[in-house]
């Protein structure tokens, strides 16, 4: 079971946080989220194609960088269940975003797991 100290979830915030300064200083690219930013062109094509409506640069920051680390871990790093990094990333909207973050963040990997 997750908890707030769980290794796990400490890493999935710190490369969240990196991944939302990096929408800000696009010039800087810590290791950590190297791999992430290498794959951005497929990563940003996947969120637009699941929401059409939302072009990547309307989305929230917060969510955005949330979104962008949940879809790397789905589609290119798949340590873990596709369900797992769903529930950290729906968590990591609740706590991070705005209220109606959870519900995009789900709806739009939702839409990526299907797919």
């Known amino acids: 079971m ?3 100290n769980d290794p796990r979830h400490q890493k ?5 946080q ?3 300064s990096y929408s800000f200083r696009e010039n800087v690219v810590p290791e950590d989220i190297s791999p992430v930013i290498d794959m951005l062109p497929k990563i940003d094509a996947a969120i ?3 929401a059409p409506e939302w072009p990547v640069d309307k989305i929230a920051k917060i969510d955005l960088a949330i979104l962008r680390l949940a879809i790397w871990e789905l589609l290119y790093e798949a ?3 596709p369900k797992v ?3 950290e ?4 909207g609740k706590t991070f975003g705005n209220e109606h973050s959870a ?3 789900n709806g739009v990997l939702g839409t990526i797991v299907k797919t």
């Open 2 to 4: 997750k908890t707030p």
């Open 12 to 16: 999935r915030i710190n490369r969240m």
């Open 18 to 20: 990196l991944l939302f």
């Open 48 to 50: 637009e194609k699941s």
């Open 79 to 81: 340590k873990e269940p």
């Open 85 to 87: 990094i769903i529930d």
């Open 89 to 92: 990333a729906v968590e990591l």
């Open 103 to 105: 519900k995009f963040v």
